[in-house]
């Protein structure tokens, strides 16, 4: 069982997920698409998606290609702190906003320890 491939479509479903949640605010709230702004909670659900989508564009690739090079175990648990950090991050963003530093350090740290990893085993592969 391929568990990096899994926490990478677990990523996307829950990117999916977090659209789902801002469809609900939009509807909750009142505000008609195309607008993004007109409602603080909205606004917070509306951000936390557009970010997580930011984090994706690094994640991803990072997670994929550290998983070519390391035990797929140990990727995929960097993977789920990533995920678990995503769900921190949105539920103390929505709370309040100034208060979502650990969610965010709980997704940068593994981006850039699966980025440093996958530099590492493709420089070592390209070495060798």
């Not at 899994?6 to 997920?17: K, N």
């Not at 769900?87 to 981006?111: C, E, N, S």
């Amino acid at each position: 069982m391929n568990y990096v491939h899994i926490v990478a479509v677990l990523a996307v479903l829950q990117f999916f997920l977090f659209g789902i949640l801002v469809g609900r605010a939009r509807a909750k709230y009142g505000i008609k698409a195309p607008a993004t702004s007109g409602n603080e909670h909205f606004e917070r659900a509306f951000r936390v998606h557009m970010n997580t989508l930011e984090q994706l564009i690094g994640f991803l690739p990072a997670l994929l290609i550290a998983g070519l090079y390391w035990p797929n175990t140990i990727i995929a648990g960097i993977g789920v702190v990533y995920l678990v950090g995503r769900f921190l991050y949105r539920q103390l963003y929505i709370a309040d906003p100034a208060k979502r530093g650990p969610g965010f350090l709980l997704t940068v740290i593994p981006t850039f320890t699966l980025l440093a990893a996958a530099l590492v085993g493709a420089a070592t592969r390209f070495a060798a």
